[in-house]
């Protein structure tokens, strides 16, 4: 099994794609006219298509809502650009994977996560050790829910996520599954010649638990919103991999399209905030979206590293998401708290051995990763908001403030578990 860390030398974020990031100020805030201009003439290219008004397959320049443009830059334009005003940053434009997912599509941190639970098969799948005898399990999935719905009081909410739009940005979603038959689903792909459909299972897997049935055919409940519109992004190509300017159409599209909550359990193992997502992340929660992203499994514990907190979780106005197993310990490959400012780990979710969808004719799986516990707090921050009405910034409150506190440090889970409205 090749460890997904192994393409990325030093761990220091992966694949660049040549172009350019481009962060606009504030000042340009609402001004589309002012906001191409200055694109234009940065870039030098003689035509700036706003995601405004580019229709679907029309790749915009310019994400308007989010301040954000991408362009291919020459070595004197990006000199100048660092020197305009008009633009706060710039960075090169990545490559971010669906987390967890080897290219070949098998999770070598779902095997890792064994580590909780099955350490000798850890051991033969990922190289690694376990130094610790894993406590013993407090919650199991039995033939009605699974263990991550028991934990966070899920399985016992009275809200269903009715009203609530949530956006998952991911692999897509199996649309011919049949537990989301009848469903309110709205889906776009901004993966060039790709379609919605999910080959790969990972988009499928996280939008089954933040919003799948409440009695799916497949017998065990594994899903929390069963009432939410669900929007589907694909934002990740088949091979689970995806460029930052897709991801941030996606993330604009879902902000258009009156998301409440973004779940993308997608990243890059980069210690450093970036500027892009950060701006993202604030005019998000401007709009009243919350986005929730999965912290990173770049940990092994087991072998006494942590890891960090990844691009674009470490966005101080996006939540990051750890995974805690069945015993509420650490997963071994959930990503610490980081120095940098926004690095830090803010509640954790069930991550480790999580049943759900998969695209047919397999119909479930159970797989592991910072990935699974994204969206059973994204599905929850649903359910909250219909509860309360909370929409952004609020709603982040909410999330932390009703968290149930863990014996772990908070550098590992933050607030502590996300927990469901009680009764």
Not at 256 to 262: D, I, L
Not at 305 to 330: E, T, W
Not at 391 to 407: C, P
């Amino acid at each position: 099994m090749t460890d997904p860390r192994a393409t990325v030398p030093g761990r220091v974020g992966g694949t660049l794609t040549g172009r350019y990031l481009l962060v606009l100020s504030d000042d340009l805030t609402g001004d589309d006219d002012a906001a191409r201009s200055a694109v234009a003439e940065i870039t030098g290219l003689a035509e700036v298509t706003s995601s405004r008004d580019a229709g679907p397959g029309v790749r915009p320049t310019l994400f308007a809502r989010l301040g954000v443009a991408v362009a291919e830059l020459a070595p004197e334009r990006l000199r100048a650009v660092r020197d305009d005003r008009r633009f706060v940053a710039v960075e090169p434009e990545r490559v971010l994977r669906a987390l967890g997912t080897s290219p070949g599509g098998l999770s070598a941190d779902y095997l890792r996560g064994f580590a909780d639970a099955a350490g000798v098969l850890a051991e033969k799948a990922a190289g690694a050790a376990a130094a610790d005898t894993p406590a013993p399990a407090q919650f199991a999935d039995d033939d009605r829910t699974t263990w991550g719905l028991k934990a966070t009081g899920a399985d016992a909410a009275a809200e269903t996520g009715a009203g609530i739009t949530v956006a998952v940005l991911d692999t897509g979603l199996d649309l011919t599954h049949p537990d989301f038959g009848g469903r309110e689903i709205e889906s776009r792909s901004f993966v060039d010649g790709q379609e919605v459909q999910d080959v790969q299972g990972h988009g499928t897997h996280c939008i089954g638990t933040s919003c799948g049935p409440s009695a799916p055919g497949s017998g065990r409940r594994y899903g929390i919103a069963h009432e939410a519109r669900i929007m589907v992004g694909k934002v990740l190509g088949d091979d689970g991999s995806g460029t930052d300017a897709g991801i941030l159409e996606g993330i604009e599209w879902a902000i258009a399209g009156g998301a409440h909550v973004v779940s993308m359990s997608l990243g890059a193992d980069l210690n450093e905030v970036s500027a892009a997502y950060e701006n993202a992340g604030r005019r998000a929660l401007d709009a009243g979206t919350l986005i929730v992203a999965a912290a990173g499994n770049n940990a092994q514990r087991s072998a006494g590293d942590v890891g960090f907190v990844g691009v674009p979780a470490n966005s101080p106005s996006i939540m990051a998401v750890a995974a805690v197993d069945a015993a509420l310990a650490i997963a071994d490959f959930s990503a610490a708290s980081s120095a940098v400012e926004g690095g830090q780990v803010d509640i954790a979710g069930p991550g480790v051995d999580v049943y759900s969808s998969w695209p047919m004719p397999q119909r479930t799986n159970t797989i592991s990763g910072t990935s699974m516990a994204t969206p059973h707090v994204s599905g929850i921050a649903a359910l909250w908001s219909q509860r309360t009405g909370a929409r952004g910034r609020d709603l982040w409150t909410r999330l932390t403030q009703s968290a149930q506190r863990l014996t772990l440090p908070s550098g590992d889970v933050g607030a502590g578990l996300v927990r469901a409205p009680g009764r």
